[in-house]
């Protein structure tokens, strides 16, 4: 079984910075793919930030300069840096692991990050 523990959620102000964590644990191929995604009200849950095949990153246009996602070497961890925060990037963040295709797929239970004056 494989558990996946996201932190860093809250509520920041236009401008403001965050940053996410997600730990993974349990049985995890060596050669897997790691990142984050997010779900607004009302709206499908779409990338925002991963390490992909070769180790390439992969951002959303929307985050691309802001945001900044990153890894604990030899960990199955991963950070996502927010900044220059805005409200359009208020939803439920959720972390996300897969492997061989899709074929092993986890998510972490969801943090909300709210971006409000």
């Known amino acids: 079984q494989v558990t996946l523990v996201e932190s860093g959620g809250g509520l920041v102000q236009p401008g403001g910075s965050l940053r996410l964590s997600c730990a993974a644990s349990?049985?995890?191929?060596?050669?897997?793919?790691m990142g984050w995604y997010r779900e607004a009200p009302g709206k499908q849950r779409d990338l925002v930030a991963a390490?992909?095949?070769?180790?390439?990153?992969r951002y959303a246009d929307s985050v691309k300069g802001r945001f900044t996602i990153s890894k604990e070497n030899g960990k199955n961890t991963v950070f996502l840096q927010m900044t220059s925060l805005k409200s359009e990037d208020t939803a439920v963040y959720y972390c996300n692991l897969n492997w061989a295709g899709g074929s092993y797929n986890y998510w972490g239970q969801g943090t909300q990050v709210t971006v409000s004056s």
């Open positions: 349990g049985s995890i191929s060596g050669v897997n793919i």
């Open positions: 390490f992909v095949s070769d180790g390439r990153i």
